[in-house]
């Protein structure tokens, strides 16, 4: 991220904000496009951040929507059903029906139980209006169906329903390489026999692979940008090939696409010296930086300290660096966003940014406890420079009794 940009910002508007470079989120899909064969296909999980889906949607083929709030986000940005592949452990009938009249057989929809597909094909003989279907194979989680479950779908073939691809995402944040391409073998293994065997028309396997982004220092070394290596993207090229010969391929990944261009800045607003250790008292919090894998502020991630307010004498004295531990504005001891972080001359006012806030920070996180305001929201590009996209709003309206004042 640029530091000159955010520093200027930081002189210009409030903190805390956050700031996502639309330009890297596209170097991040056409680096991961690169590593894997012609012709897969990308879908970009919006609940990673709905801020960077009309980005996302340029490059990449589809948007997996969870929600019906965030199906009307797309609605409203204007995105083509054709783009939308519309998931979702829960589907509330009225909302699933909403959702099939708007987007007919234009858009997909997987069937995360027998329920939502009975909705489906009941919307769908009805209007005599084609629905494309991916069942979801259960990760023996809250997630999905049994096989046992889609069999029998298949046995009933409903007129007006195409089930024509199989739907798996067991987790994410995963570490062990193998077992990805193990898992997506056994997809491919499953949606071969049900073609086989049980009638099916399968044409796409939708796969997510769940790659971990690396968020914190480990012995002093940075995270890795990309912690998945040649080699191992060369085995899952290998594997995505292979599986091609009978059926199209996507890939379905959030966080690992959007990470890295994101940042979140806050201020200093106090600092103290309490019982031998320096806090520093910032304008944010746990409830606006996520950090999957951070335990009460243990492991370091990227931080980049601005100073702010200087005059030119205060670079002629060497200042001692000292450690801090970052705590945010919450009325509860869990709010440390980093302990024993070392640095050089911190004073009130200046500002720290955190790096690879991409995914999920904007919207994962406890926003409305205190009724503290979420933060301003910018979108960078080298084409339209800073963007403000999202006003500070806010919440304590959200939590006042109806018809008080």
Wanted: glycine share 6%; net charge negative; hydrophobic share 35%.
């Amino acid at each position: 991220m640029n530091t000159d940009i955010i520093r200027e910002q930081c002189k210009k508007s409030e903190a805390p904000f956050y700031v996502f470079d639309t330009d890297e989120l596209k170097k991040r899909i056409w680096k991961i496009k690169s590593n894997i064969p012609e012709g897969t296909e990308l879908a970009f999980a919006m609940k990673a951040n709905p801020f960077l889906i009309k980005a996302a949607i340029q490059d990449a083929e589809r948007l997996e929507i969870c929600s019906y709030g965030e199906y009307r986000i797309c609605k409203t940005l204007g995105i083509r059903p054709q783009k939308m592949l519309i998931s979702g452990v829960l589907k509330k009938r009225d909302e699933l029906i909403d959702m099939l009249s708007d987007c007919g057989s234009d858009s997909v929809f997987t069937a995360e139980s027998v329920q939502q597909y009975d909705i489906m094909a009941e919307w769908a003989k009805e209007n005599q209006i084609t629905v494309h279907v991916y069942p979801r194979l259960t990760n023996d989680s809250q997630f999905g169906m049994d096989r046992s479950d889609i069999e029998l779908l298949l046995h009933r073939a409903d007129p007006y329903i195409k089930i024509e691809g199989l739907h798996y995402f067991s987790g994410t944040q995963k570490r062990n390489f193998k077992n990805i391409c193990k898992e997506l073998e056994e997809a491919y293994d499953t949606a071969r026999d049900l073609n086989e065997n049980f009638g099916a028309k399968l044409e796409m396997i939708e796969f997510g692979p769940g790659f971990r982004v690396d968020y914190f220092e480990n012995k002093g070394e940075e995270p890795d940008p990309m912690p998945v290596s040649d080699e191992e993207w060369q085995e899952l090229a290998e594997l995505i090939a292979k599986i091609q010969k009978d059926f199209k391929v996507r890939l379905e990944m959030g966080r690992f696409i959007a990470a890295s261009s994101g940042c979140y800045v806050l201020k200093v607003c106090d600092i103290k010296h309490n019982k031998d250790i320096n806090y520093a008292i910032t304008d944010g919090g746990i409830h606006q930086i996520n950090y999957d894998g951070q335990i009460k502020g243990m492991y370091k991630p990227m931080i980049e300290h601005l100073r702010m307010n200087r005059t030119a004498d205060d670079g002629k004295t060497c200042v001692e660096k000292k450690s801090w531990t970052i705590a945010g504005s919450l009325c509860t001891m869990n709010d440390i966003l980093v302990r024993n972080l070392e640095l050089e001359d911190l004073r009130c006012g200046d500002c720290l940014m955190f790096e690879n806030a991409g995914a999920y920070s904007v919207t994962e996180g406890m926003a409305v406890f205190l009724s503290h305001e979420l933060p301003t929201v910018y979108l960078l590009s080298e084409e339209a420079g800073l963007k403000l996209v999202r006003q500070k709003f806010e919440t304590y309206r959200l939590n006042t009794l109806n018809g008080e004042n």
